[in-house]
């Protein structure tokens, strides 16, 4: 066989649940048109379940997306066909985090946030030769943990350490699920880190990829530990409070925080979008802010079973795969505007997402083997300017408000509100909200009324729609648990599209959910990564 000399990626191979991977050289060789031995060494570099109905009958089955290096047959005009048809594409090369050809950066980096975008950019600009401090305002994991447990059993919640604030930031306490719809060259290079950290190599192509918050908890060490031994200095309980600005209030000679002043070069900002005194800070002293659109609504829960049944059917098959996920979409019609899930947690929990005191928010996590017998995701419709103003904080406020009046609908002690979907799309109240994994339990609440009218119209609409694609959906069993608002952050820090640098500033770099340019661990996580690589190509150009 003569050497591959240009790598594919060759698409939408079908795969039968008890077929082996085997036969995926063949079907790949036929869907490129080229002998089978033309193929290089395969990859699989996405697996996913394709679980919908054809007329009427559902067919199980797996969708898999191949790369391999394809030498002799090049050339041929069954080959040319397959790449016009897209069903084959020539593979871009992952991008590695350690810049080749680079000078390096000698400089002194402080990052604030160790979330996914924080501790990216930070490993990235150690990889590359600079002097990194990290900061974050919250306690390191173990701490975070003890925290955690002490709100659960006071309801008093610790402003600075919680789900949101502390070590690898709002995603440590999740499902940890790392697929995004963004294409980008660096999101193999970070799921390698994580492999090389311990996570699962699966990770590297299942199309629903995810770690889950037990194995998450032994990842993170190792992951600090290894940016320990390329230099970076962590600071826990460390919070930004103002920039050091040099003359003319353009460049950022270092970070105020509560611990005194740390000198920098450049100054990597991912504080998460729920850092509202910090952004409020930064905008006094000429940081730009702007409002942007941001999703809104509840957690909805049902019985695993009920999802499972209603997505792969009963039979031996659909045992063989596990606790299904569901993404559901309803587009805008004339009984309401569009609604679809978002962050489904198969076998998980709801938490409570809080940071500050007197305000309710829920989101879901889960552990790697999905174990609990919940499932549930976030049914959200989006909210724009227009529909709360477009002062910079004006989606601020409209969340503070809404997560204020659900906190005191709870009973002012962390309580959430539930309701039924069937009493939901009646407009009733549930008398007595059937158990939820949510630990701070529900109490009666009509959700259809402490919503903004629109988003119970889309929430309604969805869930009429979605009951005829898993039934059951929007039944008894369906029960609603709010507020979910921090699904997405309602305001942007303009940046420099090339440098990625912020508005009016020299050497600040926003990035991640705070900033508006991510949304869920890897898209922050590469968006830190290329934040850090910006810097770096500077540098050098
Ligand atoms: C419960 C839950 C479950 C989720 N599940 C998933 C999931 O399964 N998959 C997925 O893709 N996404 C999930 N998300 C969303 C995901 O976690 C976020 O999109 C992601 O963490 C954003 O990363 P980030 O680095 O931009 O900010 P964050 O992860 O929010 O990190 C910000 C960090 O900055 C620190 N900080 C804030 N202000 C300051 C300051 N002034 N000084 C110092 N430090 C500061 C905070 O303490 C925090 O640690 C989940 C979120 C939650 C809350």
Not at 126 to 137: F, H, P, S, T
Not at 168 to 191: F, N, Q, W
Not at 218 to 237: D, N, S
């Amino acid at each position: 066989m003569s050497e591959p000399t240009r790598r594919f990626r060759i698409h939408n191979l079908e795969l039968g649940l008890a077929e082996s991977e085997l036969l995926l050289r063949s079907r790949a060789a036929e869907a490129a048109g080229v002998p089978d031995e033309a193929l290089g060494d395969l990859k699989i570099v996405s697996k996913s379940i394709d679980a919908r109905k054809h007329r009427g009958v559902r067919r199980l089955r797996f969708v898999v997306h191949v790369e391999t290096g394809i030498s002799t047959a090049v050339g041929s005009e069954e080959f040319k066909r397959a790449l016009r048809s897209g069903r084959v594409r020539e593979a871009r090369p992952p991008q590695p985090l350690r810049l080749e050809g680079c000078g390096g950066y000698r400089g002194r980096a402080v990052v604030v946030g160790t979330g996914p975008a924080g501790l990216y950019a930070a490993w990235t600009l150690a990889l590359n030769g600079a002097q990194v401090d990290v900061i974050d305002r919250g306690a390191a994991l173990k701490d975070r943990g003890r925290d955690l447990v002490r709100f659960r059993r006071t309801r008093v919640p610790d402003p600075e350490s919680n789900l949101l604030y502390g070590e690898g930031g709002a995603g440590t306490y999740s499902d940890g699920k790392l697929y995004t719809r963004v294409d980008d060259p660096l999101e193999i290079s970070c799921l390698q880190e994580l492999v090389d950290c311990g996570a699962p190599e699966e990770i590297l192509f299942d199309s629903r990829a995810h770690i889950g918050t037990d194995k998450l908890h032994r990842i993170l060490p190792e992951m600090r530990r290894r940016m320990e031994a390329e230099g970076v200095r962590f600071h826990w309980g460390v919070r930004l409070e103002k920039l050091a600005l040099g003359p003319g209030g353009r460049r950022v000679r270092g970070a105020i925080t509560s611990a005194g002043e740390l000198p920098c070069d450049a100054l990597f900002l991912a504080p998460g979008h729920s850092a509202r005194d910090t952004i409020r800070a930064l905008h006094d002293q000429g940081v730009a802010v702007e409002a942007k659109p941001f999703q809104l609504g509840v957690r909805v829960e049902h019985p695993q079973e009920l999802i499972t049944a209603g997505r792969y059917g009963r039979g031996p098959e659909a045992e063989m795969l596990g606790p299904a996920y569901y993404n559901l979409v309803s587009k805008p019609g004339s009984d309401g505007p569009a609604c679809h899930s978002f962050c489904m947690c198969p076998g998980g929990k709801i938490v409570a997402s809080v940071n500050i005191p007197g305000a309710l928010c829920t989101n879901g996590m889960s552990n790697s083997r999905h174990s609990s017998p919940w499932a549930n995701a976030a049914l959200v419709t989006t909210f724009g300017p227009a529909e709360f103003g477009d002062g910079p904080f004006d989606g601020v406020a409209f969340q503070e408000e809404l997560e204020r009046r659900f906190f005191e609908a709870g009973g002012a002690d962390y309580t959430a509100p539930g309701q039924r979907a069937d009493d939901f799309l009646a407009g009733r109240e549930t008398k007595n909200p059937r158990h939820s994994s949510f630990s701070f339990g529900t109490c009666p609440g009509r959700i259809d009324r402490l919503l903004p009218q629109s988003a119970t119209a889309a929430i309604a609409r969805g869930l009429r729609r979605f009951d005829r694609v898993i039934p059951g959906f929007a039944g008894p069993e369906g029960l609603l648990v709010g507020l979910e608002s921090r699904s997405s952050g309602p305001i942007r820090l303009p940046r420099d599209r090339d440098s990625g640098i912020a508005a009016g500033f020299e050497n600040l770099y926003p990035m991640g959910e705070g900033a508006g340019f991510a949304g869920g661990i890897m898209s922050a996580a590469i968006d830190g990564a290329r934040a850090a690589q910006r810097l770096l190509q500077l540098r050098d150009s």
